[in-house]
């Protein structure tokens, strides 16, 4: 099995790149974001707890996240591997994660960073907000604490896994299909 993380500031273009990966590589694309918008959506005690959380652009609990992720590598099991959308966002949940794949004799194969600067953060959010309607995307101050706790809780893995030698940066910015041949040429390499 493949653990690839896909990593990036919020609006980096995670979601949209991870389809294409999926279907290229038969991996199973797990957003931790959207498995949480499903139990919001659902109305779960679980849920409504997140929601107060991811509206006011901080994240929820690494132990709620790391449950949901365990049960996924355990129960599924008809893909060459995993690509992670949105986890590890803390350096306590690369730990679990590391302990979890070695409990799996496993490890994180490589992590893909797609890079863009703030600006383009906001931009990218705000566009998105008008098609998608996701809460959390509608209001100017949920975006700027979303960026500050990517720069203070997640940014800090870039360091945890150059130092592992498993960190490979692509540039965010340009179209999507510039941005996927870019990813596509990485994935080739790494093979
Ligand atoms: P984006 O990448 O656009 O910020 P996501 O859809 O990945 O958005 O996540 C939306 C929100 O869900 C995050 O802002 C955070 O509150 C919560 N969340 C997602 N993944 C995690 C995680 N691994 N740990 C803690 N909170 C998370």
């Not at 500031?9 to 991870?18: E, H, I, N, W, Y």
């Not at 590589?25 to 659902?42: F, P």
């Not at 997140?50 to 992720?69: F, N, T, Y």
């Not at 302990?99 to 953060?121: C, F, G, H």
């Amino acid at each position: 099995m493949k653990y690839y993380i896909l990593f990036g500031p919020p609006g980096a273009g995670k979601g949209t790149q991870a389809a294409t990966m999926t279907s290229k590589y038969n991996l199973r694309h797990v957003s931790t974001g959207e498995l949480l918008r499903a139990e919001i959506a659902q109305g779960t005690p679980l849920g409504k707890q997140a929601k107060v959380l991811i509206d006011a652009g901080q994240l929820v609990p690494d132990e709620v996240v790391e449950g949901m992720i365990a049960s996924l590598f355990d129960t599924v099991k008809d893909v060459d591997g995993f690509l992670l959308d949105g986890f590890p966002r803390t350096i306590a949940q690369a730990q679990a994660l590391d302990k979890m794949l070695q409990e799996r004799n496993a490890q994180v194969t490589s992590v893909v960073s797609l890079m863009i600067p703030d600006e383009t953060i906001f931009e990218r959010i705000r566009g998105r907000a008008a098609i998608e309607g996701r809460a959390d995307d509608a209001s100017d101050a949920t975006i700027s604490n979303r960026i500050a706790t990517y720069h203070e809780k997640t940014e800090p893995l870039i360091e945890y896994y150059r130092a592992a030698g498993k960190y490979a940066e692509i540039d965010g910015l340009g179209t999507i299909e510039q941005v996927r041949e870019r990813i596509s040429a990485l994935l080739d390499s790494l093979k």
